[in-house]
């Protein structure tokens, strides 16, 4: 039902109500038991149980537990342990994420006030806010939060904070009477108060019309609760991975065996042999380094003011082709300003940051003193006089106690120099005449020191010109001609077409034996002064990080509750709003099913006057165009786009707990440049994470294909079980972490992102894995047969000599995987963890050489001098042969 278009006769009919005596206890309880209790519901929770087992479906988990299982086979049982261990840490992990994101509704609840002044039996009483059904009678007043959705049907200067609801930055002045146009969208309408929303001035009564899940902030817990959560990228290739390497390795074992069974060796042997091989397939490590790269990307976020809450979104971030980001204090500083000033045909601007009072003034291109400009001196002074709100420094940074509108004339009149306390010193205030809605004024009558007194009045434009009949015209009193009034509309006009709310000044001087006791005639014949223009501007920081991101291939889209010529101005400040792009609103994207909206979304820069249901729908349109978005904001209306979008960023500073808790990442600074920031550090977590893919990849091709060819040549075994599980799991391991802390390459923001269909090989790392895993297996296998041609007899000196030969080439090429080009393209030193890493792999393998307790564990034995020249030179021949073909090719 409409309940904003009803009048109040048929409202309390439709409700059946009384709105003199209110609800009779016992129908209210009957309401109760039909309809239930004022409170969002939950969904299905999955028990704790099965939500830590589901943790084991991941498919590169089912890789390390097939890994598990052959170390079993192979007696190798600490390696299994080792394995379970990594497995059961990243169960835990995934398990503590999850129970995280349930509290997202939790969080929701909590906004709903504990208790509500409703009318029963004729008496106003507080009862839980649960217990309030439809039909009550509420009574709110400033600093309340509304319990329900109600109908407003008595107001006295109300206005009520919904940014949470709506995303606009100012709070919204309520009124009682119906509302006759169609299709409004929840910031419109004036007649209306929300659930979770907060009173900021003046108080009113409403009847409840909903609640529960049946309130605006009710169907956003539904879209909570139904929002599909979108797997990441990142965890799409490495499923897409461990299906290779485990269908490779099962290959690569029937291979083996039947090779072997075809050249008359017996069943098991080969068994024993192709598990071997299969061992060397899959690394089993990769999920642990994964998740340890994607931690220290994590700590180097925290640094850049970005808390990541969703591990895989760390890496998500660096394909994003999208970022869907809230106006209002993401790319806006959240502080309403004064930024154009006009006064008797004379137009000045104001610079400055946010609250902080220090600015200069400007005529033009050119700084002024204020003290030659009378007229905006009295302007300024008495918009600080005809004002409540305080000014104050909190953990370094000015905050105002306040309406945001007063806050601004505030800070511009201290811009100016004046201070509230010196003012009050000259100025007596003899009488106030507070702000009400439907005068749309505000008046205060003052005493200077010299006795005279005067009233200085503020308000809507509109209003305060036709209660004028003077203006200031150059410094001078004349006489308010249709003239006059038809260029001081003109100047409101220009104002409100650059999106600013303008506010008026005006005064009379009165005999200073007058008691005025009636605002009707206090607010009447007043000397009009001048306009105040006031935004909440742009960050200065945003402009260029959304060039940066353009030049990213990175589209940036504003998407907002704000007004259409607001959002309009601010876009075009800021870049993202062209002459090629399309602005859309609320009433069309009503209009418009997903499949309409895909047909232009990827034209389309800002949004205006949208809900939360349109933010999902952009956020779809977009999704199914083929783009990985990253959705901003900071209310509870965000929540549902934020959990839909293939990452959510949710705002610290002003974000709601449900945004929060709804998100992937979190900005500690509210700050849209800190996003980009993120998207670089995202980029090069994914290349770090390709880089040691690449390394293990291509070392374990190395050793399958040195077995291999072995048997395929009848050859011994030129590395055993342990040895090969010993080079994955340690001589791997620790250069691969170390490739996850290597600092990005000069040229990653200049890169288009990554479509969301590349796969893990793509851009030719599946020719680098198999040449450098080819040519590693190839030296490995000479090295090994030259030194058992050498000493038939002694096996396990060549399967030694093979084994150093394989870490040492690994631990070279490893240099060669910092870069797509080559070895020699970056600083070989430039990553000292690396550099740290490889000498301590080094170390580790001399100790299983040469350590006696530990040789015939790894059935190893001392190496000869001589034989090192052989391992050194075999083991440099895939890095350097590789990169001389890079300069050779480079330079044709």
């Not at 418009?592 to 895909?598: A, R, Y």
């Not at 851009?763 to 894995?769: A, E, I, T």
Request: proline share 3%; charged share 20%; aromatic share 6%.
């Amino acid at each position: 039902m409409k309940f904003h278009e009803m009048d109040k006769r048929k409202l309390e009919k439709a409700l059946n109500t009384d709105f003199t005596a209110g609800l009779k206890e016992v129908d209210a309880v009957k309401r109760r038991k039909q309809n239930g209790y004022n409170e969002l519901e939950e969904g299905e929770k999955q028990s704790a149980l099965l939500l830590f087992f589901s943790q084991f479906k991941d498919f590169m988990v089912l890789v390390l537990l097939a890994a598990t299982l052959i170390s079993g086979l192979l007696g190798e049982y600490i390696d299994a342990i080792a394995i379970i261990a990594i497995v059961i840490i990243n169960a835990f992990l995934g398990f503590f994420q999850e129970r995280k994101a349930e509290k997202s509704l939790q969080a929701l609840k909590e906004l709903s006030a504990p208790q509500a002044s409703v009318l029963r039996d004729g008496q106003w009483v507080k009862v839980p806010s649960r217990e309030i059904v439809v039909g009550d009678l509420l009574k709110f007043t400033s600093g309340d939060r509304i319990g329900a959705d109600v109908r407003l049907i008595e107001c006295s200067s109300l206005e009520i904070e919904e940014s949470a609801l709506t995303g606009e930055s100012v709070p919204v002045q309520k009124y009682p009477d119906e509302l006759t146009q169609g299709n409004l969208g929840i910031g419109d309408m004036e007649n209306m108060a929300f659930m979770g929303t907060m009173v900021t001035r003046g108080s009113g009564v409403g009847v409840v019309v909903a609640t529960g899940m049946k309130t605006a902030m009710g169907q956003i817990a539904d879209l909570l609760q139904n929002a599909e959560v979108m797997e990441t990228p990142l965890q799409r290739r490495l499923e897409q991975l461990g299906k290779i390497l485990i269908t490779g390795a099962l290959l690569l074992t029937a291979l083996v065996v039947i090779v072997g069974v075809i050249q008359g060796h017996d069943l098991y042997t080969m068994f024993l042999a192709g598990v071997s091989l299969a061992v060397a397939a899959i690394p089993e490590g990769l999920p642990a380094i994964v998740t340890v790269a994607l931690s220290l990307g994590v700590q180097r976020m925290i640094k850049k003011n970005a808390i990541v809450r969703k591990l895989p979104a760390v890496e998500t971030l660096g394909c994003a082709s999208v970022i869907c980001s809230d106006k209002t204090g993401t790319m806006t500083q959240n502080k309403m300003t004064v930024t154009h000033l006009w006064s008797g045909g004379h137009n000045w601007t104001v610079d400055g940051v946010g609250y902080e009072p220090k600015g200069s003034f400007y005529r033009g291109d050119n700084e002024i003193d204020i003290s030659n400009e009378k007229a905006l001196q009295q302007m300024l002074m008495f918009g600080l006089l005809c004002n409540h709100a305080e000014l104050s420094k909190k953990d370094k940074e000015y905050v105002i106690d306040g309406d945001p509108t007063e806050g601004a004339l505030l800070v511009a009149a201290m811009k100016a120099g004046y201070n509230r306390n010196s003012l009050l010193n000259q100025y007596k205030i003899v009488h106030e005449f507070p702000f009400d809605s439907a005068r749309k004024m505000m008046t205060v009558v003052v005493k200077d020191q010299n006795g005279r007194q005067f009233i200085v009045t503020k308000g809507a434009p509109d209003v305060l010109i036709n209660v004028s009949e003077s203006i200031l015209w150059d410094g001078k009193r004349q006489y308010l001609s249709s003239e006059m009034t038809d260029n001081v509309k003109g100047a409101i006009n220009d104002l409100g077409s650059q999106a600013l709310r303008t506010i008026a000044i005006g005064f009379k001087e009165v005999s200073s034996q007058t008691i005025l006791m009636d605002e009707k005639e206090a607010e009447k014949d007043l000397t009009f002064i001048g306009l105040q223009g006031m935004i909440d501007p742009p960050r200065p920081e945003v402009k260029q990080a959304v060039k940066e991101c353009k030049e990213a291939g990175i589209k940036t889209v504003m998407i907002t509750g704000d007004h259409v010529i607001t959002a309009k101005a601010i876009a075009g400040q800021l870049g993202i709003l062209t002459k090629d792009s399309k602005v859309l609103d609320g009433n069309a994207l009503n209009e418009m099913s997903v499949e309409e909206l895909e047909e232009v979304v990827d034209h389309v820069s800002v949004f205006a006057r949208v809900s939360p249901e349109h933010k999902l729908k952009i956020v779809k349109a977009l999704q199914n165009n083929g783009h990985i978005v990253a959705m901003t904001g900071d209310g509870v209306n965000d929540a549902p786009a934020i959990k839909a979008a293939d990452i959510g960023v949710a705002m610290g500073i002003t974000g709601t707990d449900v945004a929060k808790e709804a998100s992937a990442l979190v900005l500690l600074d509210d700050n849209f440049a800190t996003i980009k920031a993120a998207i670089k550090e995202g980029r090069n977590i994914y290349e770090n994470i390709r880089k040691f893919i690449r390394y293990l990849l291509a070392s374990n091709v190395g050793e399958i294909l040195v077995m291999l060819f072995a048997m395929l040549l009848a050859l011994p075994l030129p590395l055993v079980p342990i040895q090969i599980l010993w080079v994955n799991l340690v001589t791997d391991g620790l250069p691969a972490m170390a490739l996850g802390l290597d600092q990005p390459e000069d040229d990653v923001m200049k890169r288009n992102p990554r479509s969301p269909k590349e796969g893990v090989f793509a851009r030719g790392l599946g020719w680098k894995v198999i040449s450098r895993g080819f040519l590693i297996g190839i030296v490995t296998l000479i090295a090994f047969m030259v030194a058992y041609h050498n000493n038939p007899d002694h096996l396990a000196y060549a399967q030694t000599v093979a084994f150093a030969t394989l870490v040492m080439a690994q631990l070279i090429h490893v240099f060669d995987c910092r870069s797509e080009k080559s070895v020699f393209s970056r600083n070989p030193f430039g990553n000292k963890y690396l550099v740290w890493a490889v000498l301590s792999s080094v170390a580790l393998m001399f100790v299983v050489i040469y350590y006696p307790p530990l040789q015939p564990i790894f059935h190893t034995v001392s190496i000869a001098a001589r034989d090192w020249l052989l391992i050194m030179g075999l083991s440099a021949v895939p890095t350097f042969l590789l990169a001389g073909s890079f300069l050779i090719s480079k330079t044709k």
